[in-house]
């Protein structure tokens, strides 16, 4: 069986970050609730060298979309990643699933050979396939900020599990 690169990014992304907005949401009811700052959260870090939650939101969302845009060979969005309120953040996230929602799998086609650059002209560059740069780096990068967004939340209190996390219902 083979599976495409459409297949196994996209579908993914989208299911992640539907979950990652869903516990947003019970972070910023959790917060109301039990009447923390909203800030309190959304810069908790699990060590001082971390980034925030909200970086972690930033960036998976980064990910997901410039994966995306790279394996369709489209031009990446760009974004400022100020986004300082649960609001703005699922504003991006919305906004993140919509740019990979209108990527057609035809874009995909021929992507697993395609060869990706990251961080072009620097000492940090990188050269991957497009089938190497989806399971080797991209995915494993954005589960890492999902996951870190999501062990944020738990840790400071927010009733959430491994459905939650999976986007189950």
Known sequence: MTVSLYTASVPVFQQMLGSLGELLAKAQVHASEKK????ALLQARLFPDMFALARQVQIACDFARGVSARLANVEVPK????EASFEELQGLIAQTQTFIAGLAPSQFDGGEAREIV????????????????????GL????????????????NGVEIGKRDYMGLK
């Open 140 to 155: 494993p990068q954005f589960f890492f900020h999902v996951t870190t967004a999501y062990a944020l939340l738990r840790h």
């Open 36 to 39: 923390i700052e909203p800030a």
């Open 79 to 82: 974004n400022d990643d100020k």
């Open 118 to 137: 990251t961080r072009p002209g620097t000492p940090k560059e990188k050269r991957f396939s497009g089938s190497a740069y989806l399971l080797s780096y």
